[in-house]
């Protein structure tokens, strides 16, 4: 019978290992492996699933016997060790049992002894990996709310501000992120959040409405407006009355569209396309971008009054490579529901195949990762996706990429509850010199995710990493954009100043010798949210 079980055995009896070895290969043809030092041992107990270490209590140790495997305990808890006792030893039993190791072997061997010595050995590893595996799915439960699912501390962040924007039902709320970050998943979180869970959430994609339809989409039109309008028709926004309309890619909306949501936004009514009477409504708006909305300002192309008016809570969803604490819970949840979805078993990844996982930059986000599953889970109805197994970009991106070291991928993965092959130890690394300064992101964003910001000088988006952290090497790429420099560093100034005030202005204004009237109007200007 082929045993799905790892032994080791540390014994330097050449004997007493050959003996053991044909005692155990009577009942089983198990992988068995020996070794004839500490340093072995603990090399191959870290990086190996093994079940069963048996330790002779002379193997070569700097400490006596019962310390060691006191140490090796604690060390290696997912091991059931079973300590081999030489004649003249019999003494240290009790010792033994005291460190709750229940199995021991006497020597000269006996295979009967051995054989349930063995056998109850496996039962209890079993049962203690089962529990340690419980264990870690609890601590490995991620958050979710509202159908989404992250452990992330900004993910945390931004379920709780969801929460407490969702209280509030009139302002208007920004949400920015990169597409696939789930900007969408956001604001129907923010309205199921809402007491307008109850009416319709109306989502309006702007990008993808062709201009010259979309303000009919949206306002409607009365009989008559235009050739082909034989009757009147409610725009989306009166659907979205006593509800929520979410507009996504804002920054797609041509000027004078621009104009009359503004109007909705200011007055609360509008008027359909055609129509001369004004209609009230009540809807609560929520906008979404990927662009940069400021810029689009300055270039003239967004409305100033607008952007101001949509953005009274700016709202950022990092993109997923700068959360990859996120990873593990996410592909468990999209095996989940898609191995649920097409009838078949669940399936894991093997290491090397999550390690590629975590080393791709997901330009797509987490639509790329859900799209990614799908295709596995289609694709490959083995229980083990291997690294060859995946799309070639994935696994060249992942080859190539150095951004996640092998530490960080294995801390990764460590708590993830995707059942993997044997998890890595987690090793405090030691610290040489202090972390690197975080990289920088739009202050604005920033503030949200209540993280401290550096007082660095910002880098423009045309500059490098290399030029970040001194505003003269912004001029290493050519030009720079002054005011949007200046702009941001402002921002950042005060940002900071909120922060170390905790939200008090007045404390924050003497901080950065400013008057208060002069810091609460740079606040409401640059758009600053504060908690
Ligand atoms: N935190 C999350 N948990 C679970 N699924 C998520 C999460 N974030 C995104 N998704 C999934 O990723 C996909 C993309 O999400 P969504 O459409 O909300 O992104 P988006 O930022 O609005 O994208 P786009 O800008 O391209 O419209 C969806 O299928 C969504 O279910």
Redesign the pocket.
Known sequence: MICPHQFLVADNDPQGILLLEQQLQRDCSCTLQYVHNQDRLEELAYNQDIHILFYDLKFPSETDPITKLGQLQHKFPHLTIVPLISAGMDILVKEILGLQLFFYIPKPLDYSEVSITVRRALETNSINRGANREQENIKAKPH?FE????DSIP?RQLFDLISRIADDDYSTVL?R????????????AIHQQSKRRKRNFVPV?CAAIPEELLESELFGYSKGAFTGATTNKIGRIQYADKGTLFL??IGDMKPSLQAKLLRVLQEREFEPVGGLKATPVDTRILA?T?CNLEKLVEQGRFREDLYYRLSVIPLN?PPLRERKE?LPH?VS??VENYSLKRGRDLFSFSRRALDTLASHQWPG???E??NLIQHMSVLHAGAIIEFDDLPEKIRNRGLSSCETGRDERQALWANSHVPPEKKPPQIEPERTEPPPPKKMRPPIEKSYQNKPLPLTAPSTSRSNSSSQGSPFSCWENGKIDFNELVESFEKQLIVRALKISSGNKKEAAILLGLKRTTLLEKIKKKGIFVH
Not at 147 to 150: A, K, L, Q, R
Not at 177 to 188: C, Q, R, Y
């Open positions: 979710s159908g989404m699912t992250g993910m949400i992120g990169e597409s696939g970050t789930g900007k969408e998943m956001v604001a129907k994609n996504d890619e979404a990927h969803i996120d996410l949840l999209f986000n987490v639509r990762l859900e």
